[in-house]
């Protein structure tokens, strides 16, 4: 369905988001983590949602009318957004890319 309102505002009510294609939330169970790799699990967390996001970025600037971009977001309302199926997961990164079509 027609979820631009929705996107824009899980993305700190930034246009960019409501505007794109594809709204891409990277998530994971940060508290398994946590408990595997004590504090430096939140670090190992990140650096993975983001490595994998910086291969979305080179995928849609390889094709040059594509582009994308990573953007911040509502932690919580995220959370909120995707649940049940996102419950006990931790949004740790936003990518977005395309245009509306």
């Known amino acids: 369905g027609e979820c631009r309102s ?8 930034q246009r960019l988001a409501a505007d794109a294609a594809v ?3 990277f998530v994971t169970d940060l508290e398994e983590i946590v408990d ?4 430096r699990g939140y670090r190992v967390a ?5 490595l994998t996001a910086g291969r979305l970025y080179l995928g849609t600037y390889a094709h040059r009318d594509l582009g994308g971009t990573g ?9 909120d957004f ?8 931790t949004p ?3 990518y977005t890319m395309g245009r509306p079509a």
């Open 6 to 13: 929705e996107a824009g505002h899980l993305a700190l009510d």
């Open 92 to 94: 740790m990164f936003l």
């Open 82 to 89: 995707f649940a049940p199926r996102a419950t006990g997961q």
């Open 71 to 79: 953007l911040t977001f509502y932690d919580d309302v995220v959370s």
């Open 23 to 25: 709204c891409v939330y």
């Open 46 to 50: 990140q650096l993975e949602a983001s």
């Open 36 to 39: 595997a790799l004590g504090d």
